[in-house]
């Protein structure tokens, strides 16, 4: 099963392509969606599907995976332009036909860490162990986005 995972944002959203077989999970491809803030927040949003649907076309996923929203009380305007974007990628997987999931934060780090509290880098130093890299990746929304696509590969075979 190859699992698209999706950091989402606006301006940069990252992302993780894995293919988990029955004993093994491989990295295929990760890297950022990137846009400017020079430009319009409907170009932005544009070139995020786009480049999303492109993902989708060139990886052929099976599926799509995103954090749920979680937004704080005092930065509503931070969760109404996430929202943006995780809608224009639900949007880009529902064009293609794919599955959609999605999980909350402390449910990935619970499934990759071990404990839903876990900190950023406890989460990207067991992606890095996990997946085999020598360094570790240097966006932490690459390694969200990985961290992501992981954890559904384990939670799916928990529901199997």
């Keep these: 099963m190859i699992i698209l995972g999706i950091d989402p944002a606006l301006a940069v959203s990252g992302y993780g392509v894995i293919r988990a077989g029955k004993t093994s999970l491989d990295l295929i491809e990760a890297g950022i969606i990137k846009t400017s803030a020079k430009e319009t927040v409907p170009a932005r949003l544009d070139r995020t599907y786009r480049g999303v649907l492109k993902l989708i076309s060139d990886t052929q996923a099976d599926c799509l995976v995103l954090e749920k929203i979680y937004s704080h009380y005092k930065h509503p305007a931070t969760a ?55 360094t570790l990746t240097p966006y932490m929304d690459v390694t969200d986005a990985l961290a992501l696509a992981i954890a559904h590969s384990y939670i799916m075979k928990v529901k199997l």
């Design 80 to 134: 109404c332009i996430l929202g943006q974007a995780r809608g224009v990628i639900c949007l880009a997987a529902h064009s293609a036909g794919l599955p959609f999931f999605e999980y909350s934060a402390t449910r990935i780090k619970k499934a990759i860490v071990g404990k839903g509290l876990a900190s950023k880098a406890q989460v990207q130093r067991m992606v890095t162990h996990t997946l085999g890299l020598k």
